[in-house]
């Protein structure tokens, strides 16, 4: 399956998804005999390039998270037995290639600073005994060479870049709001001068006033620093506002992918069909539209269905949707949808 | 936020500033830290050795011998600091008798002088037959010089106890440092790296739980003269296994948290992983059943010299006190102030540990103030 598309701009690959499974066995009995495995992502092709950004979205249990975990490369030392495969490709600016797909520690450390990530949860991914200065200075001292002083301006200037006093140097993350923390979260990331950052719903654990703020806070960092972004997110208007390209993913497979215009505004899959639809809107003229509703809830990875992974919920559905996984469609250049009956959805 | 002025807090700041208001466990705090702390120069306070003394001239700091590390004084009973009478106008050879020596010179009106300890009277010493001491039979009761009374071969009882109280907290406390150290470490291990190696070494921690304690120390005890050194590695290996529990759990539950996932991800290492970031957040366990695990050891040391598998003869132990106690139970000196010094002491601690919880119990609990 094969989901990549030319972009208009720039085509330079940053980093290249090749066919990613993470499963995470599952134990049963006295034994502790492997009984089976969820399958929190099965088989995705992705590709970011370079200055871009590009939105995952997918409800709860799609594998989005998961995706972004793989990419910073923390499955395995935080879940020792967790079967990763495929491969991602890092192209660095400096033209190393390099697979980071599980990769040990000694190598990966090289590649460390080039991928950072932005976490979901405000209050648990910042250490509560370590006052802003110490969590943003540890990168630092881990990968640079920089004096005490050289790193304390380093992190007071990047304090300042996302909007945050110098002196709250000194504070803890208890004294801060959540969109501060966010921020605080944000500085960390930036600190190693990262050339891709995974934004694992940033902003989802904000006020919507804040969401906003944040959003634009990081647009303007993309602008300045050259980074790219793998923005995952539930919520399809932050990221059609955001993304350049936008991956829907379901039950740990992309459905469809292209460019946030085409995915947004013309989507195919029946499933991302279904998410647009459920986009709150703001003008009550349109109150009236007609609502794809989905019956029951997302199957559950360890016991996934056959063929299709959608097909339980899907309204056009057929018999020969349980054989095969479906076959990957190009709607136009650059908008792919992983439903062969596509066309059936009017 | 609110912009407050003052210097930010930390976690532990601001729960060290919490425990002191809570008034019982803070005094109780300070009077067994100070009292520890002046129990090293014990010596100074409580014992037969002058502190200073000048004999024709010459000046000799008899005590120096007695300021020895504490620790030692399991493995040498007996201070090798020996200073022979003979030198000082007695007849025999052997220890100056540093009281007697005062109340002669001061008679003579010469000026040889020395100037003893506040209360001199020392552990190890018999008393037998002594000027202060009004009949030979051992044990006596309390009188005007012994505020204690004497024990059963006629030893100064509140020299022993003063003793008795370095000795049993110095002891207490490394074994908590030691066991805790231990199972802090293993806990860690088992918390973090999880899997196979969490599985297999908790079974092995299992089996090593269930093997008897007491068992292994009258063991050890017939096969070698038990110190104090050994006593505490003895007693630490069986003591570390309840803490890697806790902190096993804590670092399950903290390993999942994102701020672990941003560390891994700026290639922070496992161990930094697991003592810079981890621990500080899985300290409760640990600071909260310190004072109790310190009661725990001190009982324990008190039990083993009570069933005669502790420390060696002459030291003085509360355990020892407390067994003479039981074979003279008419004579209640020897019951009532050891049994008291030890339940007062462990109140104190237990009054501590009991502020320590609430000060890190979110949820206030006021009546303890």
């Known amino acids: 399956m094969s989901l990549t598309s030319p972009t208009p701009t720039r085509t330079e690959t940053l980093l290249s998804i090749r066919g990613l499974k993470v499963h995470f066995p599952v134990y049963g009995g006295v034994l502790r005999r492997k009984v089976g495995a969820v399958k929190a992502v099965d088989g995705i092709d992705l590709e970011v390039r370079r200055g871009e950004t590009i939105g995952l979205v997918g409800e709860s249990g799609s594998g989005k998270t998961t995706v972004g975990r793989a990419i910073i490369n923390v499955l395995k030392p935080m879940y020792p037995d967790v079967e990763l495969d495929g491969s991602i490709e890092v192209h660095s600016r400096d033209g190393l290639v390099q697979d980071v797909n599980g990769l040990g520690r000694a190598r990966m450390n090289a590649f460390r600073p080039k991928i950072q990530m932005v976490f979901q949860d405000p209050f648990s991914s910042l250490n509560p005994r370590m006052t802003v200065a110490q969590l943003i200075g540890r990168p630092l001292e881990l990968h640079t060479k920089l004096t005490r002083d050289e790193r304390r301006e380093r992190v007071e200037s990047l304090l300042e870049r996302v909007g945050l006093q110098r002196s709250y140097a000194e504070r803890f993350p208890h004294e801060f709001s959540g969109g501060q923390r966010q921020r605080i979260g944000i500085a960390r990331a930036l600190s190693t001068r990262p050339e891709i950052i995974v934004a694992d719903e940033p902003v989802s654990a904000l006020d919507v006033s804040v969401q906003a703020q944040v959003v634009n806070l990081m647009q303007e960092l993309a602008r300045d620093f050259d980074l790219s972004y793998v923005f995952i997110a539930h919520d399809l208007s932050i990221v059609y506002h955001i993304s350049d390209r936008i991956a829907v993913m379901y039950l740990g497979n992309v459905v469809e992918i292209g460019s946030a215009e085409q995915v947004y505004m013309r989507p195919r899959h029946p499933y991302t069909r279904a998410l647009v639809s459920a986009v709150p809107h703001p003008d009550p003229k349109q109150r009236g539209r007609q609502r794809i509703r989905l019956e029951g809830d997302i199957p559950t990875p360890m016991n996934k269905p056959s063929g299709c992974g959608f097909r339980t919920r899907c309204p056009i559905a057929k018999a020969s949707c349980a054989d095969l996984p479906p076959e990957v469609q190009t709607v136009e250049v650059g908008h792919t949808v992983a439903c062969p009956h596509w066309r059936e959805m009017q | ?369």
């Open chain 2, 1 to 369: 936020m609110s912009d407050s002025p003052q210097k930010p807090l930390s976690v532990f700041q601001r729960r060290w500033k919490k425990f002191k208001t809570m008034k019982r466990g803070w005094y109780s705090f300070q009077f067994l830290l100070w009292s520890f702390l002046l129990s090293f120069f014990l010596p100074l306070l409580v014992g037969s050795r002058a502190i200073v003394a000048e004999y024709e001239g010459e000046l000799v700091f008899p005590v120096l011998a007695d300021l020895q590390i504490p620790f030692k004084e399991s493995l040498f009973p007996v201070s090798s600091g020996f200073l022979d009478a003979r030198d000082f106008g007695f007849d025999q050879r052997g220890l100056v008798d540093w009281r007697v020596f005062q109340e002669r010179e001061h008679l003579s009106g010469s000026d040889n002088w020395a100037l003893l300890p506040p209360y001199p009277f020392g552990r190890f010493e018999s008393l037998l037959g002594g000027p202060t001491l009004r009949d030979g039979r051992a044990p006596h009761p309390p009188n005007h010089y012994h505020w204690c009374g004497t024990d059963d071969r006629g030893r100064d009882v509140f020299a022993r106890l003063v003793y008795g109280y370095r000795t049993s907290l110095l002891f207490g406390l490394t074994v908590v440092v030691f066991s805790y150290a231990i199972g802090t470490f293993l806990g860690a291990l088992f918390g973090y790296f999880g899997g196979r190696f969490d599985i297999v070494g908790q079974r092995l921690v299992e089996i090593w739980s269930s093997l008897p304690f007491l068992y292994t120390v009258i063991i050890v005890a017939a096969l070698l003269r038990p110190n104090l050194w050994m006593l505490v590695v003895i007693l630490a290996l069986f003591s570390w296994v309840g803490i890697s529990y806790y902190i096993r759990g804590e670092f399950l539950r903290e390993k999942s948290r994102d701020y672990v996932a941003a560390s891994i991800s700026v290639g922070e290492g496992r161990l930094s992983i697991m003592f810079r970031h981890i621990l500080p957040n899985a300290l409760t366990p640990i600071i909260s059943f310190a004072p109790f695990a310190l009661v725990g050891a001190i009982s324990s040391l008190v039990s083993l010299d009570f069933l005669g598998f502790g420390l060696p003869a002459p030291t003085p132990s509360w355990g020892e006190l407390v067994n003479q106690g039981l074979s003279n139970i008419y004579e209640w000196h020897l019951v009532a102030f050891p049994l008291s010094a030890m339940f007062i002491t462990l109140l104190l601690v237990v009054f501590v540990g009991e502020a320590v919880r609430e000060a890190f119990d979110p949820k206030p609990f006021s009546r303890l103030r």
